[in-house]
């Protein structure tokens, strides 16, 4: 055998094994796609990432991919807050200019198990704050107070400015005019309590640990979180953004 066709049938052999290697993973693939495909899978929803999101779902690593087709997607969003008990009544989108808007927009009043201060927002903000609410507030109120959070209190979401500083007014325009954050001041706890930012964040007690054990969970669910500890603009709120470059302070 020459060293021509040796290295041919070294070619041909390694363009077989690809080729049924290829054909193994098409095949499995097909399979993975009809058994989470079909209606009656036995995969869990939440495990699933051809399913829908439900908010109330166990948290799996499949859950980042179904909120963020949820928050793409302004009818799947809807769907979502709707099945979760939300109160989210549909307004109109708001167009001002290219820099101030609302799309998905909305008013605001309940999350899962918790009132809001009733508020304009956009859908997706509404999506973030609804799972923050059921899959951290609630729990560490449980955890940290031994009672659940009635109302969360909020200072805005939508406001056609630029963003703030310390040092003053940026040139950049704030996620606030397209409704892209919400700011909350404190929540009312089902036992009679009353928590505010500014008196309990830095006091002493499990008070102060929810607090910030909250403000620890809110980085899950938005993109960009400022808190007290942030700088003095912000020593009454949590500012929670849904678009931003991944900042937890």
Known sequence: MTKAS???????SAASFLFGLLTL?????GGVWWLLAHPNTPVP????PLRDLTVTAPV????PYQLNRALADDALCRAALAEAGARFDPLDDLVVDQNCGIEGRGRLSGLVNARVTAVETRCATTLRLVM??????????????????SRLRQIGSYNCRRMRTAQGQDNGWSSHATADAIDIVGMDLSDGRSLNLL???DADGP????????WRGACDWFRVVLGPDYNRLHADHFHLQGPGWGYCR
């Open 6 to 12: 040796g290295r041919r049938r070294i070619l041909l």
């Open 25 to 29: 993973l098409t095949v499995l693939g």
């Open 45 to 48: 929803p939440h495990w699933n």
């Open 60 to 63: 799996t690593p499949v859950t």
């Open 132 to 149: 923050w609410e059921h899959h951290v507030v609630q729990p560490a109120a449980q955890q940290l107070l031994g009672t659940s959070v």
């Open 199 to 201: 008196a309990d964040w």
């Open 207 to 214: 008070e102060a640990d929810f607090l910030r054990q909250i």
